[in-house]
């Protein structure tokens, strides 16, 4: 905002005095030169904003699907960019996502497989900036029929090839603690790539038969767990199912 502002003042005084420069060398000329440079200006003016307007949307859909891009983009321009007011949805399949904004989400038209599942972000009923992410595996869902769990785990684990990596279910920006999110090897893989804790490929993905994991829960139990494609972890309101 600083620089844009900067730019203009100095834009404004170089057209005064190169104004009044014009109008004492070449009086006679003055109002013709004057009116096709005022045309040209708005001209050059007027595409640079739909320049801008279409790079600053590319930029922050892109943001959209990385939330740690998101956090650094609200971080340095949070005066200039305008929140989301609709909700959205993403397909995530292996390694690839994509985002969609609503306001009924009737009207998502994304074309369904079996590898692929959703992350619906209410960003409407946020509490403060938390958006709460409802994990689908059909669209047949809206946002206003999901319950936020009372759950909490004190501690939850993934191990991958000899790394151990945190997984944080609830931020300042995020809570996956949602009644019936289920939380399975297809979701921890869109975990580690989405929030940049391990950078998957499509190979890596084709190979991962399951996760170990260990998670401490609300009661303070102790658990190892492996994920699997038949065993996964479900929230729910007042427990978690495995």
């Known amino acids: 905002m600083g620089f844009c502002l900067f730019t203009l003042i100095r834009s404004g005084i170089l057209t005064l005095?190169?104004?009044?420069?014009?109008?004492?060398?070449?009086?006679?000329?003055?109002?013709?030169?004057?009116?096709?440079?005022?045309?040209?200006?708005?001209?050059?003016?007027?595409?640079?904003?739909?320049?801008?307007?279409?790079?600053?949307?590319q930029i922050r859909e892109f943001a959209e699907k990385k939330p740690y891009l998101k956090k650094i983009l609200n971080d340095i321009y949070k005066n200039e960019i305008t929140p989301v007011t609709e909700n959205d949805i993403c397909q995530i399949k292996g390694t690839s996502m994509y985002i969609k904004y609503f306001t009924k989400i009737t009207d998502v038209d994304f074309v369904h497989d079996d590898n692929c599942f959703y992350i619906l972000s209410d960003s409407i009923n946020s509490v403060n900036n938390c958006v709460n992410k409802v994990?689908?595996?059909?669209?047949?869902?809206?946002?206003?029929?999901?319950?936020?769990s009372n759950i909490?785990?004190?501690?939850?684990?993934?191990?991958?090839?000899?790394?151990?990596y945190k997984i944080n279910l609830k931020s300042e920006e995020s809570n996956?603690?949602?009644?019936?999110?289920?939380?399975?090897?297809?979701f921890f893989i869109y975990y580690l790539n989405n929030y940049q804790v391990c950078n998957l490929t499509e190979n890596d993905i084709n190979n991962i038969t399951k996760f170990d994991i260990k998670l401490i829960d609300h009661d303070v139990n102790v658990r190892e767990l492996e994920i699997t494609d038949d065993k996964f972890i479900i929230i729910k309101k007042d427990e978690y199912i495995y």
């Open 17 to 57: 005095l190169l104004n009044d420069y014009i109008k004492r060398t070449f009086p006679e000329e003055h109002e013709k030169i004057l009116i096709n440079m005022s045309l040209k200006f708005i001209y050059i003016f007027s595409k640079f904003q739909i320049i801008s307007f279409k790079l600053k949307n």
């Open 135 to 148: 994990v689908l595996h059909t669209l047949l869902y809206t946002s206003e029929n999901y319950e936020v």
């Open 152 to 164: 909490r785990f004190i501690l939850l684990e993934l191990k991958y090839k000899e790394n151990t």
């Open 176 to 186: 996956y603690y949602i009644v019936n999110n289920i939380l399975d090897k297809k």
